[in-house]
């Protein structure tokens, strides 16, 4: 079954702009994980963010966690080109589950230049 | 550092051939593995995952089976492959369960 949920589905922005992604989910959760995918590619892992925390930082990346609103949002500052590509969030199923990640549709993220 | 391998990366089969794809992990022992597949511009549906030798736990029911012959080696099998089973399969590891997972590049199947 999928629990995460990402907004919007496409999105295209000039290089340099700011990109955001969102990602809604259904059930508690221990810990929520943002991917990037590129085209015809395996996933890359990009940040993990625990239930208890808020906001984390990786470079330009920001991500944020609302356990209340059961939602993420994923950052980009000052796009480039290379960030074009797919953005998967996903969820543990949280305590009483098997723990195995639940993964949304994804966005697809396209970077002009 | 860890690696992880899949192969082939491009596979065209005929409706009810056979399927071997193999992944193997270097550089960590006693990893969670998984097999997964991807429709085109969907996310990814878990097929199967294994915390150990010998261990496969299915997600969904269908005409595939997984493997674990050795600690770090995980292959994705079917003895007749059907259309729906074409798509992007990608195997991936994890310390533990729930936690961040490792991907490979992938294999992209199509059955005619």
């Known amino acids: 079954s999928q629990q995460g949920e990402e907004d919007p589905q496409a999105l295209s922005i000039q290089e340099g702009e700011n990109a955001t992604m969102n990602c809604s989910y259904k059930t508690s959760i221990n810990n929520l994980q943002w991917y990037r995918q590129n085209s015809g590619r395996g996933l890359v892992h990009l940040i993990l963010i625990r239930s208890n925390e808020r906001e984390k930082h990786s470079g330009r990346l920001r991500v944020t966690l609302d356990t209340s609103k059961k939602s993420s949002s994923l950052l980009i500052t000052a796009s480039r080109a290379a960030d074009t590509a797919s953005y998967f969030c996903?969820?543990?199923?949280?305590?009483?589950?098997?723990?195995?990640?639940?993964w949304g549709a994804g966005t697809k993220l396209i970077i002009k230049p | 550092s860890q690696t992880i391998h899949q192969w082939p990366a491009t596979l065209v089969q005929p409706v009810g051939s056979p399927l071997s794809l193999e992944c193997t992990v270097e550089g960590t022992s006693n990893p969670n593995l998984y097999w997964y597949r991807q429709a085109a511009g969907r996310g990814l549906q878990l097929l199967f995952y294994?915390?150990?030798?010998?261990?496969i736990s299915s997600e969904v029911p269908q005409n595939l089976s997984a493997s674990r012959p050795q600690d770090r080696q995980f292959i994705l099998s079917s003895k007749k492959l059907l259309l729906s089973d074409s798509g992007f399969y990608l195997c991936?590891?994890?310390?533990?369960?729930?936690?961040?997972?490792?991907f490979g590049p992938g294999t992209r199947l199509t059955v005619t």
């Open positions: 991936a590891w994890s310390v533990r369960e729930g936690d961040e997972q490792y």
């Open positions: 294994s915390v150990g030798i010998g261990q």
């Open positions: 996903a969820t543990d199923g949280g305590h009483g589950s098997n723990y195995q990640l639940i």
